[in-house]
Structures are given as structure tokens and as C-alpha cells.
């Protein structure tokens, strides 16, 4: 629950009270004490100690990864998004497979080497993993100088410009070869101070609520498929403990390798509402495949596919709020839709448990393709909705991106790459 109510709040401090660049590091902070109050009541066998950290950990994760979101849209051109939120999937399911990859080997050897079990093990074991709670606040703080000294720079640059005189030939109206970076920063420099009100939610575009309506119906046919799904590939397909953790686990895999790689196509074809609908499309024939074959096809190639259908939708779906609304809106738009999310998930998870328990995995899955026709349902929603009013923004070509932040380049005075180099190496 805290996971609910905090991102909700989150992305409206960050954008209303703390901006992106303290709201990170604050709340990077309460991850990092949140884990450190985990590892000390483990250690101390103290049970409301773990749970009190729980909550702060909660409170500071799902509002960071609001402001990341947030940072990724002031930082990038939308020619880049779908690639940026690519890496983001990928680097979040990376560091979900380290996590499980190492933390019963660094359980035992802390045992070993220490001399110390049960709780006081597993403390010893959770305070040192903080290591990478105390990086990602160090990171945050790395961000919030990167970003006042762009600015600081920018400034300047702006006001030594403002003394140059205005060309007088048409070959002084071509500024220098400029990189990308410098002329997003200048943009975001340029905008106002503007505040967002509690009341903006409730006039967000059509777009917005279609792609709430997204997240909930597809994420709940994935997460918690693959949270029952070690005993389902064991009981249809009669897999071993091993094997059906191994086919259970490749959404994940895959989709750490392929986010990128479609973030990247996406960016060079656009159309993201195309893609979008294909990686719904996909994932509803493999749970098709699921519920309606008896080991024909191979679960491990169904549970590929699902993988890479899931890297179509996130790195398609998750730029769109930077296409329709601006930037000092979407850290509250984020946060709204990853709130309504969690509670989806939350909700449909204890749900999927009792079909499991009474009805049994096929009417899972009718249930999960029930959810998928939902989104597709959503998606030609946000078709008639990006015709009428997104004028193309939603399903707009690479080509078109590419040439508007050219043309952006082209009429806006930028700082040579050179001056802005140290502030992004």
C-alpha cells in the first residue's frame, strides 16, 4: 500500500515542491535508509523494525522511479525516448537478476566468513547490499550538479548572446553543428517556472487515462503470470523445479537484452501506436498458446516471445506521456500511472491467486486474455484519440521527429558542444 499512496504523492512533490533533481536525491535517500533500518531489524530479529522500513523503502522507490522517468523526458529529444526507456526496462531487470544471482552466495560467504547465522546472517547480508541503495544516492547528487551547472552555462551563454547583433546575410542565420544535448537543455531552460495544481489532474488529455488503462490490463496478464508461473509450466507441462524456474524466468531475461534494441528501432521507425498494438497482439496469441495447447509448441519459445512482446510494449507505451504533455506535467502524470498500476497489480494478483486455488490456470488465462482484448480496446482508443486531437503526435514517423528537432536546431542559438562537454561527461 505504501508503494500506491507514495508514488501517487511523489510525483506530485517532485514536480509541485522538490523539482527532479532534489526530489531524486531526497528520495533516493529514504530508499537508502529504508534498506539500512531492513538490514539493522533482520539483524536484531526486530519484526516492526522491518516492517517500518519497508514502508520508508516503499515511500522512497516508487517516487524515484517517477523522477527517473521525469529525467529521462528533460534530458532526451522525443526522437530518443523509446531507446531511453529501452535501457531504463533493461538496466531495472539487469539489476533484478543480480540481485538474485548473488544474494545467497553473499548470504553464505558473510556466514562463513563472520561466524554468524539466522538473522544476524541475513542483517549482516541486507546491510551490505545497501552498497548499491548509497551508489544510486550518490548518482542522484552527481545529477543535481550536472543539471544547476548546464543551466549556469546555458544562462550565460544567453546573456553573452543577447549583446551580439542580429545577422544581416542570410549565411550568418546558420548556427555551428550543434550536438542534441545542449539544445534540449536550452529548451528546458527556457520554460517557465510553471507550477502544477492538484485540479490539473483531473483535465490530463484523453490520452493520459487510455494509457492508465494500458498499464493495468497488460501488466497484470505478465507479472503476475510469472509469479504463478513456477507451478503452472510444472503442472501442464510437467517441467522439473529447475526447468520450470528457468522457463518462468526469460520474460525478464529477454527483455533485458531486447528493451534497448527495440527502444532503438522504435526511435529509427516511430509509429509507436503500431508498435504498441503488436506487442499487445503478441502476447495475447502466447497466452492462447497457453491456454489452449497441451505442449505442442515449447513453453520455453512461447515465454521468448512473451519476452520480447513485453519489450515492444514498455519501450512503445512509457515515452507517450512526454508526447503529450509538457514537462513540468508529466512527473504527476508518470506518478498517476504508475499509481494506478501498483493498485491494479496489487488487486488483480490476490485475484489471479484465487482463480488458481478454485478454478483452476485455464480460467487464468482466459481471465489474462479477457485483460489483453481490454488494452488492445485502449489502444484503438488512443489511435482515434491521437487523429482527433494528439494530431499525430502518439503515432508519428522517425522521419518527422528526426526533422522537428533538426528544425529545432536550426532556429534556436545554441552553445557549441565543446562549451557543454564537461557538464555531461
Known amino acids: 500500500m505504501a508503494e500506491r499512496g507514495s508514488k501517487f504523492c511523489g510525483r506530485f512533490l517532485i514536480d509541485r515542491v522538490f523539482g527532479i533533481s532534489w526530489g531524486s536525491i531526497i528520495f533516493s535517500m529514504f530508499v537508502l535508509v529504508g534498506q539500512i533500518l531492513f538490514g539493522i531489524g533482520a539483524y536484531f530479529g526486530s519484526i516492526p523494525t522491518m516492517y517500518f522500513s519497508r514502508l520508508i523503502f516503499g515511500i522512497g522507490g516508487e517516487s524515484l522511479a517517477v523522477a527517473q522517468n521525469t529525467y529521462s523526458t528533460e534530458w532526451f529529444p522525443s526522437n530518443e525516448l523509446n531507446l531511453v526507456f529501452g535501457l531504463q526496462i533493461s538496466m531495472s531487470r539487469i539489476g533484478s537478476t543480480v540481485n538474485m544471482v548473488t544474494m545467497q552466495p553473499l548470504n553464505k560467504a558473510v556466514g562463513k566468513h563472520f561466524g554468524i547465522h539466522t538473522n544476524q546472517q541475513l ?29 549556469r552555462i546555458l544562462a550565460g551563454t544567453e546573456k553573452v548572446q543577447s549583446l551580439e547583433p542580429e545577422p544581416t546575410d542570410s549565411n550568418s542565420l546558420i548556427p555551428p553543428n550543434n550536438g542534441g544535448d545542449q539544445q534540449l537543455l536550452m529548451e528546458k531552460t527556457e520554460e517557465p517556472n510553471t507550477k502544477i495544481s492538484p485540479m490539473d489532474i483531473i483535465h490530463f488529455p484523453g490520452a493520459i487515462w487510455l494509457i492508465c488503462i494500458i498499464c493495468v490490463a497488460y501488466y497484470v496478464t505478465v507479472f503476475p503470470f510469472v509469479s504463478l508461473g513456477l507451478v503452472f509450466f510444472q503442472r501442464k507441462f510437467g517441467l522439473s523445479v529447475q526447468e520450470a524456474g528457468v522457463v518462468n524466468s526469460l520474460v525478464y531475461i529477454i527483455s533485458a537484452v531486447a528493451s534497448p534494441v527495440f527502444g532503438a528501432a522504435i526511435d529509427i521507425v516511430g509509429y509507436n501506436l503500431y508498435w504498441l498494438f503488436s506487442g499487445i497482439s503478441i502476447t495475447l496469441a502466447c497466452h492462447l498458446c497457453f491456454a489452449f495447447t497441451s505442449g505442442e509448441i515449447p513453453p520455453i519459445a512461447i515465454m ?16 507517450m506521456v512526454a508526447y503529450v504533455l509538457p514537462l513540468h506535467q508529466r512527473g504527476t502524470a508518470y506518478g498517476l500511472i504508475q499509481s494506478i498500476q501498483n493498485l491494479g497489480l496489487g488487486l488483480i494478483s490476490i485475484f489471479a491467486g484465487y482463480l488458481v486455488d478454485t478454478k483452476g490456470y485455464l480460467f487464468l488465462e482466459v481471465f489474462f486474455i479477457f485483460c489483453l482484448s481490454i488494452a488492445i480496446t485502449a489502444t484503438f482508443g488512443l489511435l482515434i484519440w491521437d487523429h482527433q486531437y494528439g494530431i499525430g503526435l502518439l503515432n508519428e514517423s522517425g522521419i518527422s521527429r528526426r526533422s522537428k528537432s533538426l528544425i529545432k536546431k536550426i532556429d534556436s542559438t545554441t552553445i557549441s558542444h565543446a562549451s557543454l562537454e564537461p557538464v555531461l561527461a
Open 123 to 151: 542483517g549482516a547480508s541486507l546491510l551490505i547490499a545497501s552498497v548499491t541503495c548509497l551508489f544510486s544516492t550518490i548518482c542522484a547528487v552527481i545529477m543535481l550538479f550536472f543539471t544547476k551547472r548546464a543551466k
Open 304 to 319: 521468448i516471445v512473451l519476452g520480447l512482446s513485453y519489450s515492444i510494449l514498455a519501450s512503445s507505451l512509457w515515452p
